[in-house]
């Protein structure tokens, strides 16, 4: 099975974002970046998804992507 992937906390149709091709995985928290907020823009949290698919680095657990 692989892993469950967890959006930011701000993720959303209200905030599209942009993509940048950064971002960072983390386990079952929320991550969040200097200033408290949580964020990753569509684009960025499919990319996500994709290299799962191709990578199960979190094969069978839960994790987050964000900024």
């Keep these: 099975m692989r892993g469950k992937t967890c ?6 149709p209200w905030a599209a974002g942009e993509a940048t091709g950064v971002y960072r995985t983390g386990d079952n928290l929320l991550l969040v970046d200097d200033n408290g907020e949580s ?5 960025d949290l499919g990319k996500a998804v994709v290299e799962e698919i191709a990578t199960a680095a979190h094969q069978g657990r839960r994790f987050t992507v964000a900024y």
């Design 39 to 43: 964020n990753i823009s569509g684009a």
């Design 7 to 12: 959006p930011a906390g701000g993720f959303g």
